[in-house]
């Protein structure tokens, strides 16, 4: 018995012990940013100042919103943030974040994400660093010129009769239009197309393997979600663990879609303006430029391959339904955009164009306003890759902390955008935006390090925006959950409970 109870008492002193260590290195760690005169948010153990994105109560760019405001109602022009135990730099001040971006680049070239070589799929823009990433990028920055745009714009364009097939049926239903779920199969087609040279045929039918392989691909759990998390702020530690992030059912889909596709195109001596085929062509041959000069593996394209279609069917659709649902509210607005719209296609031969979409200025107005107001990418980051010491500040970035942007807080800040709710396309004309800093508008993040495929995504996402409203008048229905909130667990913006319209011939 007194063994028993003497060993229960050193359990006991052992479990304070180590609370008591573990509550002092919390403390400490907590401290990073005030040692260094740096203001800082409160973080809260042990997730730091992401419980709430966590928890899976909000998506962690709101998050970053309110991070951002509340500094900057503090009258900070930079603060210090935790994401678990690991500081991240948070800055407010534009020129400090152009700096970070764009001018001192050098210092910021990597992203703070994790890594592991091995696992297939992992190769890809987002994720590669130092000279690797810059072999990547100057190899496929040739890829997404306007000359490439324009000679992929008709395989685009082959999309577009099936998506009037769609709208028609669902506008005759008579029943709420999921309008993300269209858009979605649309540019899911579109991608297929582009990306692979394939037939999704996901407008019509939903259950199409592609479209399906684009819902599971954004389907987080919270364990994997978590688990993303840990990995990214304890590299060194996943690392040793080997931790992948990479799902089986996702590297098996991709990795046959892309051996299919070359076996086909090689064997039959197929070729295509496509993405795909510029992706075949540097595997094949040594692509010209300031790089390495080496071929691409089949990692590297299947690596591509995915980020592009992720990228590009996600945040494209997304684009689009926040687009519909913000004209959909504001009928005058789509009035004005229909008119500019029948306009320039009556100089077209009706006929939905490169050339034309190009001309429609107010559809630019419309999509930036959109991007600005519901940025599917509401926060960008980098990792400092050596000391960094902040202009006309006495403080230095140390190597290897992260640095966090956050988009969608700059988006809504009212020194930028008066009335920052509201939705209003003029401060889009060319005088309203010589009036703002240049880096109050980051949709696609800024710098060497910004999304390469922008103009893709732009493209489609006009062209959607052409087809329908051109044919179609919208308006909300109410089973669209308002105000607006978004999807928590969701990797992009996302409207919680879906937008839900009503669509009518014109």
């Known amino acids: 018995m007194f063994v028993s109870n003497s060993l229960l008492g050193d359990l006991i002193a052992l479990f304070v012990t180590l609370g008591v260590l573990l509550t002092f290195y919390f403390k400490w760690t907590y401290q990073y940013w005030t040692r260094r005169n740096v203001p800082q948010i409160d973080p809260h153990i042990p997730f730091g100042n992401i419980s709430e994105s966590i928890k899976g109560r909000e998506i962690v760019g709101v998050t970053f919103k309110k991070i951002y405001q509340q500094l900057k109602s503090q009258g900070c022009r930079h603060g210090g943030i935790y994401i678990f135990t690991q500081p991240s730099y948070f800055p407010i001040d534009l020129d400090y974040i152009r700096n970070i971006l764009t001018k001192d680049f050098q210092y910021f070239v990597d992203r703070p994400f994790y890594v592991n070589e091995k696992d297939p799929l992992q190769a890809h823009l987002l994720n590669l660093s130092g000279t690797r990433w810059r072999n990547m990028r100057s190899k496929l920055t040739p890829t997404?010129?306007?000359?490439?745009?324009?000679?992929?714009?008709?395989?685009?364009?082959?999309?577009?009769?099936?998506?009037?097939?769609?709208?028609?049926k669902e506008a005759e239903s008579l029943e709420p239009i999921n309008i993300k779920e269209v858009l979605a199969c649309f540019t899911t087609n579109i991608i297929g197309s582009c990306a692979f040279g394939l037939d999704c045929k996901a407008l019509e039918d939903e259950n199409s393997p592609f479209r399906q392989f684009g819902k599971k691909l954004f389907k987080i759990s919270v364990l994997h979600r978590l688990k993303r998390t840990f990995a990214a702020t304890f590299p060194d530690f996943a690392k040793f663990l080997r931790m992948s992030n990479s799902r089986k059912e996702i590297v098996k889909f991709i990795m046959d879609m892309v051996e299919g596709t070359i076996e086909y195109r090689e064997k039959n001596n197929y070729s295509r303006n496509d993405f795909?085929?510029?992706?075949?062509?540097?595997?094949?041959?040594?692509?010209?430029?300031?790089?390495?000069?080496?071929?691409?593996?089949?990692?590297?394209?299947?690596?591509?391959?995915?980020?592009?279609?992720?990228?590009?069917?996600e945040t494209s659709s997304t684009l689009m339904t926040f687009a519909f649902y913000e004209l959909a509210k504001?009928?005058?607005?789509?009035?004005?955009?229909?008119?500019?719209?029948?306009?320039?296609?009556?100089?077209?031969?009706?006929?939905?164009?490169?050339d034309a979409i190009?001309?429609?200025?107010?559809?630019?107005?419309?999509?930036?306003?959109?991007?600005?107001?519901?940025?599917?990418?509401?926060?960008?980051?980098?990792?400092?890759?050596?000391?960094?010491?902040?202009?006309?500040?006495?403080?230095?970035?140390?190597?290897?902390?992260?640095?966090?942007?956050?988009?969608?807080?700059?988006h809504h800040d009212p020194?930028?955008?008066?009335?920052?709710?509201?939705?209003?396309?003029?401060?889009?004309?060319?005088?309203?935006?010589?009036?703002?800093?240049?880096?109050?508008?980051?949709?696609f993040g800024e710098g060497p390090r910004n999304c390469i495929g922008m103009r893709f995504g732009l493209l489609q996402s006009k062209m959607g925006l052409v087809s329908l409203i051109k044919n179609y008048k919208f308006t909300v229905n109410e089973k669209t959950k308002e105000p607006i909130t978004y999807q928590p667990a969701h990797v992009v913006l996302a409207a919680q409970g879906e937008i839900w319209l009503n669509a009518q011939k014109v």
Do not use: W
């Open 144 to 168: 997404f010129t306007s000359g490439k745009m324009k000679l992929m714009f008709h395989i685009m364009a082959e999309s577009q009769s099936d998506l009037l097939k769609r709208m028609d």
């Open 276 to 313: 795909m085929q510029l992706l075949i062509d540097m595997k094949n041959n040594k692509p010209k430029g300031d790089h390495d000069g080496k071929p691409l593996t089949l990692d590297e394209v299947a690596s591509q391959a995915i980020v592009f279609f992720a990228a590009g069917f």
């Open 330 to 354: 504001n009928p005058h607005i789509q009035d004005k955009l229909r008119e500019e719209i029948n306009l320039i296609l009556a100089e077209h031969n009706n006929e939905i164009s490169y």
């Open 358 to 410: 190009q001309e429609m200025k107010y559809l630019s107005q419309v999509i930036d306003e959109t991007l600005r107001l519901h940025p599917p990418a509401a926060q960008t980051s980098r990792k400092c890759i050596k000391d960094y010491k902040i202009p006309d500040q006495d403080i230095t970035i140390e190597k290897g902390t992260s640095v966090t942007v956050s988009i969608l807080g700059i």
């Open 415 to 443: 020194d930028y955008y008066p009335d920052p709710e509201k939705f209003d396309p003029e401060r889009f004309t060319e005088e309203n935006k010589s009036l703002r800093h240049n880096y109050a508008f980051l949709p």
